[in-house]
């Protein structure tokens, strides 16, 4: 049964940091992509950043610089360190994990509840 978890969200001042956290149960963090998404009120869902096998990591344009995705395939964990935080970056966090590269796209087939991230 696979199942992700994700923790670290919260609120914090422009300009702070977050690290969110995406526990990984069911299967091995080593053998699936995964990647952050977030979704804010009345926006469609988003691709944030996204981690291959070899660790290489693809980021949307607007967090480059200021996140870094991460996998500890030892802890079978996900994260996202979040730095220089903005009011835009308000959203709700989720991770999502699959066999296949999918880097952005939002055809993941599994997700986690989410963490909502706020920012003011």
């Known amino acids: 049964h696979v199942q992700l978890v994700e923790s670290g969200g919260g609120s914090v001042q422009a300009g702070g940091s977050l690290r969110l956290s995406c526990v990984a149960s069911?299967?091995?963090?080593?053998?699936?992509?995964m990647a952050w998404f977030r979704q804010a009120p009345g926006k469609e869902r988003e691709g944030v950043a996204a981690?291959?096998?070899?660790?290489?990591?693809t980021y949307t344009y607007s967090v480059k610089d200021r996140f870094t995705i991460s996998k500890d395939s030892v802890a079978n964990t996900l994260y996202l360190q979040m730095n220089s935080l903005k009011p835009e970056d308000t959203a709700i966090y989720f991770c999502?994990?699959?066999?296949?590269?999918?880097?952005?796209?939002?055809?993941?087939?599994?997700w986690g509840q989410g963490t909502q991230v706020t920012v003011s």
């Open positions: 069911g299967f091995s963090a080593s053998e699936y992509y």
């Open positions: 981690i291959d096998h070899a660790g290489s990591p």
């Open positions: 999502a994990a699959d066999r296949f590269n999918l880097q952005l796209a939002r055809s993941y087939n599994y």
